[in-house]
């Protein structure tokens, strides 16, 4: 069973800590219920500049004391943002953990974003933005959200635009926390040998001055949805397309049996129906896989494959065919059966990384106050019938609902 404990401190900040005792290593972070889908029209990227512009000085530190802090007693120090999540973590030596937490809580509440690290960073940022613009395995997926999420933030790129990124200044960042930074949305969680209390001691001694900021933001839900179909020119060598469609929220009862859906028509595992009849079959593609995404009133599935130009619409007719039976066709017992137990392995083993481990419980606990055990996650795989599938098939992937984004060589 995961067994986690959580304590409110005065000001509302949530502290949550799963002990585990055979580690060495302790996790910890921010996770803040903030992200680019909550950026102002003018102010696309803002949230991933934050993530960037929180290593770059504090009230009392530079950057370079910032970024030394951890790493020169051999720990990690850094930040991830999507388009619900801002997150800021560490990894260190126990008996160091002390020392990212201060860090931690000083880099998440006391950033001064100095003028002369923005600019800087900006063109940090424009940089990755061309990196991943030269990566078109990366910038379809990326665009396929503008397709399925048409002019609603969700469908904004979490890097932002180029124009986007070259106009924001230092007062578009305390805007933007002000209005978003509440400590009813945010939480600290960790995951080490640490006995809970002294978890809790050490944040009352670095989270007790945070003043109680409470906020209620209400999130535009995603409505209005037409399946469309893009192709784009580009300066590549090979065909890329994604195909999708919107698909089930967080808390909806279907995401798990849909999820099982997805990981059966393209996870990771090598014998996936996608891999098996795209690749092995007939070796149109290196990569093709499909991906479930939830967000807090919406979901996102994509299949995305490489291929030959020549071979774009054979390949995209054999996964077509693939969706086709599992609308059509329930699993048989044992197809069934083995799907389920590849997904709770495969659950189970990424329940080992501790790290994966801390993000999973502070996120669950933002989206829906509490966090289900690998039990309880495995008991609802179990009661999956091979009707339900066939169901959900017919209600997500049927074909005339279905959003295509093609990237193809000029």
Partial sequence: MLEYQIHTLPNGIRIVHKQVLHTKIAHSG???????????????????FWEHMAFKGTQKRKSFHILNRLESVGGELNAYTTKEKICFYSSVLDK???????????????????????????GVILEEMAMYLDTPEEAIVDEFDSVIFDGHPLGNNILGTK????????????????????????????VSNLPFEKVVKLAEKYLSSIPTVQKERERVPFTNYAPKTVTLEKPISQAHCVIGSPAYAL???????????????????????????????????????????TYIDTGLLTIYFGTEKKQLN??????????KKLREKPLGSLQLHTAKEQLMGQ?????????????????????????ESLNEIFDKIKSIEANDLVEIANDVLREDQLSFLNYVPN
């Fill in 96 to 122: 160091h953990f002390e020392k990212s937490f201060e860090l931690l809580t000083d880099i998440t509440f006391n950033s001064v974003f100095p003028e002369r690290e923005i600019e800087k960073e900006r």
């Fill in 251 to 293: 808390s909806d009862d279907r995401r798990i049996p849909f999820f099982m859906l997805v990981n059966l028509l393209g996870g990771p595992g090598m014998n996936s129906r996608l891999n098996l009849a795209v690749r092995e079959k007939h070796g149109l593609v290196y990569t093709i896989d499909a991906n479930y995404a």
């Fill in 30 to 48: 921010f996770i803040m219920d903030i992200g680019s889908r909550d950026e102002c029209p003018n102010q696309l990227g803002l949230a991933h």
């Fill in 163 to 190: 124009e986007s990124v070259s106009s924001l200044t230092k007062q578009d960042f305390l805007n933007f926390i002000n209005r978003n930074l509440s400590n009813n949305s945010l939480l600290f969680c960790s």
């Fill in 347 to 371: 659950l189970a083993m990424a329940e080992e990384s501790n790290m994966g481990l801390m993000m999973m419980i502070g996120k669950s606990i933002l989206d829906l106050d509490r966090v």
């Fill in 314 to 323: 054979r390949t995209t007719s054999l996964v077509l065919k693939e969706l």
